[in-house]
């Protein structure tokens, strides 16, 4: 494992998971969709994200035309997955012991999907990081401000990084512009999974 770097509050590791824990991971998420499809959330002015998403945990994440929330069920109406135990390693690993997430939202980019310039604030409890664990293509993400607009800075995100967000940063504008298609082996058919870990309060 290579060190951490911190750049605006966001300590990113760029090779914190192996090969092996990768692939273990897949396997794992590929479980959760299996039992939670995922779905293009509908923004509320009704265009649908070219992000496909879904979640596992006490809660999820969704969108449609009353609004962007957590919900107790998947809009197909059953229950989410519970965490993986891959993924919980992580968060216990490097956010803490104490607690577990009450949200894992799993993002799916094929080759055109990006993400705008966002902050997260549907959460109540913002005093937790978030942890972002990327699998399969390389995103660029790119790091703004506590309000919109202003300089950004912009990284690479590749198979295995994995990415903390507290404190300040937690309210830091962040978004996805491109994915390099095809540059890593893990998904046989392309495409990049960033998984998000998060306690909602
Ligand atoms: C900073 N996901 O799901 S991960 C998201 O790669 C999201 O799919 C992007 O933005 C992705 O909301 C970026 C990095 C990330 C995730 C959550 C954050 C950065 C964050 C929450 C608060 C602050
Ligand atoms: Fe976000």
């Not at 997260?120 to 790091?143: H, N």
Request: glycine content about 10%; aromatic content about 8%; proline content about 6%.
């Amino acid at each position: 494992m290579t060190g951490c770097m911190t750049v605006r509050g966001f300590q990113i590791y760029s090779e914190k998971l192996d090969a092996e824990t990768q692939q273990a991971m897949l396997e794992d998420l590929r479980q959760v969709i299996r039992q939670a499809p995922m779905f293009s959330p509908q923004t509320p002015f009704g265009k649908p994200m070219s992000v496909r998403m879904t979640s596992a945990g006490r809660v999820g994440w969704v969108s449609d035309r009353n609004g962007y929330r957590y919900a107790h069920r998947h809009p197909d109406g059953g229950p989410w997955p519970t965490i993986p135990e891959t993924v919980l390693t992580v968060w216990r690993d490097l956010v803490s012991t104490d607690r577990d997430p009450d949200c894992c939202l799993i993002n799916f980019y094929g080759e055109q999907a990006r993400m705008g310039m966002h902050q997260d604030r549907d959460e109540t409890d913002f005093s937790w990081p978030v942890l972002s664990l990327s699998l399969g293509d390389e995103g660029l993400f790119r790091i703004g401000n506590q309000t919109r607009g202003g300089k950004t800075e912009s990284i690479w995100l590749r198979s295995g990084s994995v990415v903390v967000m507290g404190g300040p940063a937690r309210l830091t504008y962040h978004g996805i512009d491109k994915i390099r298609f095809k540059s890593s082996s893990l998904l046989p058919k392309g495409g990049r999974i960033n998984v998000t870990c998060r306690v909602v309060g």
